[in-house]
């Protein structure tokens, strides 16, 4: 499976909850298969959708769920450390693993080669760390939102991506709309 594939596959799993989702075309894939406002799309900052669902898991209740990718969160790794030193049991960070940059080409990430993001996160400390195969993620994340406890699942996958628009709402109406799902 590829990301898309996950994603849609998901949706139904992440729709009642506060979703932040990474720049590029993860963004733009979940904006495709189910666009709501609890979805809050990054249209700009690489590395930060964990970062910002830590941020916001801490600052209420409402379960968080950030869909990273693994060259994301190698752009970012400080946010791993910072993570487990800060639990929040309503956070899951996704960090979908294909192995490459896939909205800028697919180019090879480390995470592909010898890097294992699960490892990494491990030895920073995060308790709760789960690998799963891409056709896994459904139940996986299940799992991890019914327990209640912060969880870093690394979902294995094929690289590859559809073509799709980027999206053109206005990145103010995306944070207006967010807001008033997160104060709800």
């Not at 733009?28 to 979805?39: F, P, V």
């Not at 970062?51 to 898991?57: M, V």
């Not at 190698?74 to 979908?96: E, K, Q, R, W």
């Amino acid at each position: 499976m590829i990301r898309s594939e996950i994603l849609r596959e998901i949706a139904p799993i992440l729709n009642p909850h506060l979703v932040v989702c990474n720049i590029g075309l993860p963004s733009q894939e979940l904006h495709m298969i189910d666009d709501n406002e609890r979805n809050f799309y990054m249209l700009g900052t690489m590395g930060l959708s964990s970062s910002i669902g830590l941020g916001l898991a801490l600052a209420q209740d409402k379960t968080v769920i950030s869909i990273d990718g693994d060259g994301s969160v190698l752009t970012n790794l400080g946010t791993l450390p910072t993570i487990a030193n800060n639990v929040a049991d309503n956070f899951i960070l996704m960090i979908i693993d294909n192995g490459s940059y896939g909205s800028t080409g697919d180019q090879p990430t480390y995470a592909g080669k010898k890097t294992k993001l699960e490892a990494v996160a491990a030895a920073c400390g995060c308790e709760n760390v789960v690998t799963c195969q891409d056709v896994d993620t459904g139940k996986v994340l299940q799992e991890a939102i019914d327990s209640k406890k912060m969880t870093v699942i690394v979902v294995k996958c094929e690289s590859g991506n559809i073509k799709l628009p980027v999206i053109t709402m206005d990145p103010v109406v995306i944070r207006d709309r967010f807001m008033k799902a997160v104060e709800a």
